[in-house]
């Protein structure tokens, strides 16, 4: 992996999204589902190594954009209540995260399932913690 972003760098950044949404890792009970996150969490910090996840503020929102293999962007918007409500379309927790990365991204779910390698597992760690607000 190229790094182009410090190890503590990213995990700010990753630090940055959890306080935004007021998300307490260190709260979640479930073994299973921490053990899922806290995988996610370390793959997303990879991932913004590498340039290919940035998450930062603008003005007083979140910003958080995914740059492609192909050279095009991915940005996330806030997660908003119909955001929630257009993630029910998707069954079990696959369904639901590409669902939710689909409508925050603006590209819907046939977008999201057209990624690929790295690009959808950037978009999986970013679901799993989408998911946890």
Do not use: P, W
């Amino acid at each position: 992996m190229n790094t182009l972003i410090s190890n503590e760098s990213a995990q700010e950044q990753v630090k940055a999204f959890l306080d935004y949404y007021d998300l307490d890792l260190d709260g979640i009970a479930d073994e299973d589902q921490r053990k899922n996150v806290m995988g996610a969490v370390d793959r997303l910090v990879r991932h913004i190594q590498a340039g290919r996840v940035e998450i930062g503020m603008s003005g007083d929102s979140l910003a958080v954009t995914q740059h492609l293999q192909g050279g095009a962007s991915l940005a996330y918007q806030e997660l908003t209540g119909s955001i929630r409500l257009e993630a029910d379309k998707g069954n079990g927790v696959i369904g639901r995260m590409y669902c939710t990365v689909g409508a925050l991204t603006g590209v819907g779910l046939a977008g999201i399932k057209k990624l690929r390698g790295k690009d959808v597992s950037a978009a999986e760690c970013l679901g799993v913690l989408f998911l946890l607000v």
